[in-house]
């Protein structure tokens, strides 16, 4: 059994982090009504005022915040990758390798190959059910 120390950040470099965090929160926020923001997180107005005044903001609160506002978590929690969901791809192509973004081709390729084959034979099923000629689906 070996022993690992357990890197704790120091708290001037928990502080920063809270910091940085509430600043997004903050700026998520931005000219919503604090109102809002606690009725679509199901947390209480004091609670988002708390957070929105630089108070440490709860995980719950965090998720549903992402949820409700299509938020990249990761960017909530650290800052890293796009403010929003809707960037994470465009963001995660910038990054990918060829080989990467190749063998996700093939797979998705994969996938559509194996849905039509079974379309074929839910077709073909369903008109010898109804009694009409169809031709017999066949491997590609």
Do not use: C
């Not at 357990?6 to 509430?22: F, K, T, Y």
């Not at 997004?24 to 009504?33: A, D, E, M, N, P």
């Not at 190749?102 to 034979?121: N, P």
């Amino acid at each position: 059994m070996t022993d690992r120390a357990v890197r704790v950040p120091s708290a001037a470099a928990q502080r920063a982090r809270d910091v940085a965090l509430n600043r997004r929160v903050r700026l998520v926020i931005g000219k919503q009504s604090l109102r809002h923001i606690a009725k679509i997180t199901n947390v209480s107005v004091e609670s988002v005022r708390r957070y929105f005044n630089g108070g440490t903001p709860s995980s719950d609160f965090l998720g549903r915040l992402s949820n409700k506002l299509g938020l990249n978590a990761e960017w909530l929690l650290t800052g890293d990758g796009p403010m929003m969901l809707e960037g994470l791809a465009a963001d995660a192509l910038q990054h990918a390798t060829v080989e990467q973004i190749v063998g996700e081709i093939a797979r998705k390729f994969d996938g559509l190959s194996d849905r039509v084959t079974r379309l074929e034979v839910a077709v073909f099923a369903a008109s010898r059910a109804m009694g009409a000629p169809s031709r017999e689906p066949t491997d590609k």
